[in-house]
Structure formats: C-alpha cells, structure tokens
C-alpha cells in the first residue's frame, strides 16, 4: 500500500496546456501575436515520428501554429543548416526545435548552436545555459521545468530546502540544479562518483533522479516524508514475457516512504511536450518585447 502522495503529471501537465492556451488566447487579442513553433525531423526514427506528430498535435490544440519540416535521412548538414537559419529569419516562426538523434553525419551540436537563443525552445544553447545560470530570462529545457513544476505542486516554497539531484546531464541534471538554485534550495548534485550517495540522498527533503539506472533509488534512502521526483524513463522486461516501463526510483518501496511521489509512466514524462509548448508561448512573447506570463 502506498502512502505517499502520487503526483498526477497527467492531470498537471493538462492544466499547463490550459494555461498556455490562455496566454495564447491573451497574446492574440492584445498583440495580434500568434506564437508558432517549427518541428525538424530529418531521417525516419520511428519514436521521433511519434514525438514529432504529438508535439505538432499539442501545439495547435493549444491555439499556435504548428510548422512540421520533414528530411530525409541523407539531407546534407548544410541544407539543415540552411533550414535553420531559414527558420531564425522567420518572423511568424518563434520556436525551433531540431528533434534528436540527427542522422550520424550530422553534427548535433553544430545544427542546435545555429538557432537564434531567443527561438531556442529546447535551452540547450550555450546562451541558454549562461542565462539560466545567472538568472537571466531565459528559455529553459522543458523535462528540468517539467519536474520543478511537479514538485512545487507539493512543496510550493522551495526555499531552503535540501534537494538533492541524482544526475549531471546537461538536458536533466544540471539544468534541474540551476532551477532549484533559483528556488532558494540548497543543492546537492550527485554523480556516477558520489560517495555514500545513499546518505546524500537520505538528507534530501526533495529528491529528484535523473539516471537512467532502473529502480535505483531505494526505499531506505529516503528521509520519510521527501517528495520523489523520478525523471528515469527505461525499459525492462516485465513478467508476462513483454517489456514495461520503469523510473530510476524504486516505486513501491519509495512510496512507503515519501511524501509524495512521481509514478513511471505519468509523472514527469507528460510534462515534457506541455512545457515545450509554454516555451514557444514565453518565444513569442520575448521576442515581440511582450511581458511573458511564463519568464
Ligand atoms: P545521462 O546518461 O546523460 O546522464 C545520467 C547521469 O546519471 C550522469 O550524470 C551520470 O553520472 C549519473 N549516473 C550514472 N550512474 C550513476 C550512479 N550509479 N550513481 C549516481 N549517478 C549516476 O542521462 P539523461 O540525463 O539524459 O537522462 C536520465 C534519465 O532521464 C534517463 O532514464 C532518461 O531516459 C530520462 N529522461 C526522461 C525524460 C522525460 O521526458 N521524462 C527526458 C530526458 C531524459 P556521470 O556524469 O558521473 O557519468
């Protein structure tokens, strides 16, 4: 039996979409402004495909417009490039988002540090990353916004809590650090090389795993009543022969212990798209020097 919490990043990340679709709706009548975000998709990954069809879907459920530019696989680097920057001289276009993995003889970092910061709704530009760290306006990737939300869903005043983030990717890890920083936390951010990373973890009022080790975090290394944000999404063969998905936090015996809890799926993973899409509204609206509801 579970005690803690569960927190519903279904139900949560529908209630972002809503207030997207309200800025959208404000933008339109005060400014004429219509946020629209352009998806690139070069080769025929079939999960992209499925990403790229439900953001394309989201984006104009929530009122913007919605521009899907489909490559074949071998498109040279310099037509993408081309693309791009076709993109950043777009004035109806406010959000580029390049879908990953490219194809293997394009250089992925060369193609995202081509787009305009400001369209730049993904965060992973380098100006992004400045910006974010000294607490400039910036656009910040959408699964680190995602899991603060969630958190604050349960803690609203983050400040001075001991939150420590297992992970130091530069897409989920540190990028979740920056954003608890900014709440006033205290941050710890553990690694592959941590030591005695269950103590760590046991300090934490907010523990938030991004690994990608399944069911890592265990029932015994949380402080009871701490808040669980579990980012892990990985598969892993299930009893009936078939697979399932699992988080990095061992589920059952975290929730014995916590306060409240992300599941896997429907925690955090919803919240992804709903957050690209408050980026592309927060685009529109920086870059026609209108005040964001969401910067
Ligand atoms: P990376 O592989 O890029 O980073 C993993 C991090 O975990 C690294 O910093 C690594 O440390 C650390 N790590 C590895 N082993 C250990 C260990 N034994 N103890 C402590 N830390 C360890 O992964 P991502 O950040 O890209 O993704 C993390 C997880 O989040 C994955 O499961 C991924 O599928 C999921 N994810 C989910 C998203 C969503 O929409 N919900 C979006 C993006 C990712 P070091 O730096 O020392 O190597």
Redesign the pocket.
């Known amino acids: 039996m579970s005690e803690a919490k569960v927190i519903d990043g279904k139900a949560i990340a529908a209630t972002v979409r809503a207030d997207v679709a309200a800025e959208v709706k404000r933008l339109q009548a005060s400014h004429g402004l219509t946020p629209g975000l352009a998806v690139v998709l070069v080769g025929e990954d079939p999960a992209s495909k499925v990403y790229v069809k439900n953001k394309a879907a989201q984006t104009v459920e929530c009122g913007m417009n919605s521009w899907e530019h489909k490559l074949p696989a071998e498109t040279p680097e310099a037509d993408v490039l081309a693309l791009v920057q076709k993109l950043n001289n777009d004035p109806a276009c406010h959000g580029i988002l390049v879908q990953l993995p490219l194809p293997k003889h394009i250089n992925s970092e060369k193609v995202l540090n081509s787009i305009n910061p400001d369209k730049d709704v993904d965060g992973f530009h380098p100006v992004n990353v400045g910006r974010l760290w000294i607490g400039e306006n910036a656009l910040v990737p959408c ?1 680190p916004t995602g899991s603060v939300i969630l958190a604050k869903t349960v803690m609203p005043d983050l400040k001075g809590a001991n939150a420590v983030v ?4 530069n ?3 540190k990028p979740v650090a920056a954003l608890l920083l900014r709440e006033h936390c205290t941050v710890t951010i ?5 030591k005695n ?1 269950e103590d760590v973890v046991r300090a934490a009022d907010l523990v938030v795993a ?4 399944p069911e ?1 975090v265990k029932g015994s290394w949380i402080k009871p009543g701490a808040v669980v944000i579990d ?4 598969r892993v063969p299930a009893e009936n022969g078939k697979t399932k998905l699992v988080g ?1 936090v061992a589920y059952e015996e975290c929730a014995k212990v916590a306060g409240a809890i992300t599941p896997v799926p429907g925690g ?2 919803p919240m ?1 798209i709903a957050c690209l899409l408050r980026n592309t509204a927060q685009a529109a609206a920086m870059q026609a020097g209108v005040k964001s509801a969401f910067a």
């Open positions: 699964t297992i992970g130091r990717s897409i989920v890890g553990a690694h592959s090389r941590t990373i991004a690994v990608g080790i890592m980012v892990g999404i990985n990095d955090v993973g992804t």
